[in-house]
Nanobody, 119 residues
Framework: QVQLVESGGGLVQPGGSLRLSCRASGNIFSINHMGWYRQAPGEQRELVARITSGGRTNYADSVKGRFTISRDNVKSTVYLQMNSLKPEDTAVYCC?????????????WGQGTQVTVSS
């Protein structure tokens, strides 16, 4: 069984920073791309950032220059460093990983962590 466990969410003032972590565990043969999505109340889920197994990254326009995604392949962990946070960044942030278990590829999701940006 595969699990993605997130941590690092919370309440922060505008202009502040948070770092999210997501660790994959289980009988994983390999992990392809990993990413972070977010969903605000009444909004559709959107891709925030994604990183390939080779380290290539892409970001939503709204977070470019403020957020940085990285990964530690040894620890099977992906991080999201969020700086200069704005109230509109408030959302539930979910980790996603495309991974291989045996010969099967799975798209796995974490349970989500709340990020609230407010004064």
């Amino acid at each position: 069984q595969v699990q993605l466990v997130e941590s690092g969410g919370g309440l922060v003032q505008p202009g502040g920073s948070l770092r999210l972590s997501c660790r994959a565990s289980g009988n994983i043969f390999s992990i392809n791309h990993m990413g972070w999505y977010r969903q605000a109340p009444g909004e559709q889920r959107e891709l925030v950032a994604r990183i390939t197994s080779g380290g290539r990254t892409n970001y939503a326009d709204s977070v470019k220059g403020r957020f940085t995604i990285s990964r530690d392949n040894v620890k099977s962990t992906v991080y999201l460093q969020m700086n200069s946070l704005k109230p509109e960044d408030t959302a539930v942030y979910c980790c996603n990983a495309n991974l291989q278990v045996g010969v099967t590829l799975y798209d796995s999701w974490g349970q989500g962590t709340q990020v609230t940006v407010s004064s």
